[in-house]
């Protein structure tokens, strides 16, 4: 659906794109996750053939954005960052003038428009002035504007700013259920956002993609990311002694005393982080000396790395280096 | 907004059409004078045309709406073109109620002699005119800008040195440069058009500069692509 080839957008002082490939099919979520100023509106503005990059080639559904701007518009509905309305429009007018404008014939204007209200949630204030509207409207007006020429590609710059937890879930719920029957390219800078709605993930860090690949996976690369969290009461220096000797342990760290109210017992209860090798599994070798020895073993648990470690990672090291560098 | 500048605007034209006629009682003096004649009304057009297209552009950029508009499947021509048509019409809906000053004046004065309706013809036919061509020169400047108040002081000061050319003459030397901007300075032609004299050249000056600025602003929007 997308093919992005070599992109690079240079801005008078610097390079906000730089250097991007790669490609979207047709039917996927997909996220571009990164800090603020990472270029992600820059590359939603390249792709909703707002700007024209000044070095490599775009194509959505075939067609080069910047020989077949026309065409490829047609096929893309696009909701830019912060919602831009006319303030002093309603929201019928607002939606017929975009229906007038994306050139939906007039007999079917009415039925698209009613659709999008229902869809959108729109019917109560179809009547209102667009500049009375509360935030959380104005996004799902834009979004109704964005979808109303039933478009095969969504970009969706910042979906969810603004809205409060109830319409965020709304209005993710809306999104996954149009990734069923269209392409969804979102930008954002939520974590939770990205995870919980795209199939894959892009992380941008200035300018550049750092890693792509599905939220799970993503986590999953991370060097050294698997741990297991073992809570044993025994001689804490003869317990980290034994366990750093199971196969596939790398770091044995005593991340304090154990969980406090369930702490009645014994003294010696103590909570270990262990760090092991991605793709061993050592909870079973933990429990078999915890048995042997007569320590009582009353938590054993895998901890994945979110997300969110990935992109604290990814972003802050590739920034080392690009000041380094 | 609009109904601001078109009840303003009236209010000025007004003032300054009943000006002549009381300082002339008594006089002779040519109809379409009274009011295409006086500068008081110019600079009404003038700042009116400032007001009118400030916006078209700047206030689109700064609220971000113009990059929705821009994305739709619809090309930059097109939205230009849509734009100054949305302009160009309103300037002619507060231009055209004037025409009931003489229709009054003719009701009040019975006893005046047959309107002459030769100079007021060719009045509005300057005032729409220099409209056409000072309106593409205000969407140009509203195409540069995401401030309106940028936009309208710098389109009203473009209008005004291009409508006053022949006085900025005085400050140039040379005698074929002062014969240039005569030619191409409003005054004049404003008098000829005033008096019922109907002369091609600022007809064709006005149109093609209107074409050029509107195919300027097409070049300025599409700049976006090449910054």
């Known amino acids: 659906m997308i093919k992005v080839e070599h992109v690079t957008k240079r801005f008078a002082s610097a390079k906000a794109v730089d250097d991007i490939s790669f490609e979207v099919l047709r039917g996927e979520i997909v996220g571009f996750l990164g800090p603020n100023g990472a270029g992600k509106t820059t590359l939603m503005r390249l792709l909703a053939t707002y700007l024209a990059p000044?070095?490599?080639?775009?194509?959505?559904?075939?067609?080069?954005?910047?020989?077949?701007?026309?065409?490829?518009?047609?096929?893309?509905?696009?909701?830019?960052?912060?919602?831009?309305?006319?303030?002093?429009?309603?929201?019928?007018?607002?939606?017929?003038?975009?229906?007038?404008?994306?050139?939906?014939?007039?007999?079917?204007?009415?039925?698209?428009?009613?659709?999008?209200?229902?869809?959108?949630?729109?019917?109560?204030?179809e009547r209102r002035i667009i500049g009375q509207l509360s935030k959380g409207f104005c996004q799902r007006l834009a979004l109704a504007d964005s979808l109303i020429h039933s478009p095969e590609l969504l970009i969706l710059d910042e979906p969810m700013i603004g809205l409060d937890p109830n319409q965020i879930r709304a209005v993710r719920e809306l999104i996954g259920a149009l990734g069923r029957r269209f392409t969804v390219v979102l930008a954002t800078h939520s974590l939770a956002e990205a995870e919980a709605i795209c199939q894959r993930v892009f992380i941008m860090n200035h300018g550049r993609i750092v890693a792509s690949d599905s939220p799970e996976h993503l986590a999953g690369q991370l060097q050294g990311n698997v741990s297991v969290v073992a809570e044993i009461a025994g001689p804490p220096e003869e317990v980290a002694e034994r366990l750093r000797c199971v196969s596939g342990v790398l770091t044995v760290r005593l991340v304090g005393p154990a969980t406090s109210g369930l702490g009645r017992g014994s003294a010696l209860w103590r909570r270990y982080q262990l760090g092991c090798h991605p793709g061993t599994d050592i909870r079973p070798a933990v429990f078999g000396i915890a048995a042997a020895q007569g320590w009582p073993l009353r938590e054993l648990s895998l901890e994945v790395f979110e997300l969110e470690d990935v992109f604290i990672k990814l972003t802050a090291s590739a920034g080392r280096g690009q000041t380094s560098g | 907004m609009a109904y601001v500048i078109m009840a303003a605007f009236l209010v000025v034209a007004g003032l300054s059409f009943c000006r002549p006629l009381v300082q002339h009682l008594g006089e002779r003096i040519g109809?379409?004078?009274?009011?295409?004649?006086?500068?008081?009304?110019?600079?009404?057009?003038?700042?009116?045309?400032?007001?009118?297209?400030?916006?078209?552009?700047?206030?689109?950029?700064?609220?971000?709406?113009?990059?929705?508009?821009?994305?739709?499947p619809v090309t930059d021509l097109q939205v230009v073109l849509g734009k100054y048509a949305g302009a160009l019409i309103f300037f002619l809906l507060v231009t055209t109620p004037t025409a009931a000053y003489f229709i009054l004046l003719k009701a009040v004065a019975p006893g005046m002699a047959a309107l002459d309706w030769m100079p007021i013809f060719t009045g509005y036919l300057i005032l729409w005119l220099i409209g056409s061509c000072f309106i593409a020169i205000g969407m140009f400047v509203s195409a540069l800008t995401r401030s309106q108040v940028v936009a309208a002081v710098g389109c009203f000061v473009a209008v005004s040195i291009l409508f006053f050319l022949d006085t900025v003459r005085l400050f140039l030397p040379g005698a074929a440069?002062?014969?240039?901007?005569?030619?191409?300075?409003?005054?004049?032609?404003?008098?000829?058009?005033?008096?019922?004299?109907?002369?091609?050249?600022?007809?064709?000056?006005?149109?093609?500069?209107?074409?050029?600025?509107?195919?300027?602003?097409?070049?300025?929007?599409?700049?976006?692509?090449?910054?």
């Open chain 1, 54 to 125: 000044t070095q490599g080639r775009v194509f959505i559904d075939g067609l080069d954005v910047f020989l077949h701007s026309l065409d490829a518009r047609r096929r893309i509905g696009y909701l830019p960052e912060n919602a831009p309305l006319y303030p002093e429009m309603r929201v019928d007018e607002y939606l017929s003038f975009r229906a007038k404008l994306k050139g939906i014939p007039r007999r079917k204007r009415r039925e698209r428009m009613e659709e999008m209200k229902v869809l959108c949630g729109l019917k109560d204030v």
């Open chain 2, 31 to 72: 109809i379409g004078e009274l009011l295409f004649g006086a500068p008081y009304f110019w600079v009404a057009v003038l700042a009116a045309i400032a007001l009118i297209t400030m916006p078209l552009f700047a206030e689109e950029r700064r609220t971000g709406t113009l990059e929705m508009l821009l994305t739709a």
């Open chain 2, 177 to 227: 440069v002062q014969a240039a901007l005569t030619y191409m300075s409003s005054t004049q032609h404003v008098q000829d058009f005033a008096r019922g004299v109907v002369d091609t050249r600022p007809i064709v000056f006005y149109l093609s500069l209107a074409v050029f600025f509107v195919f300027a602003t097409v070049k300025a929007i599409e700049a976006r692509q090449w910054k």
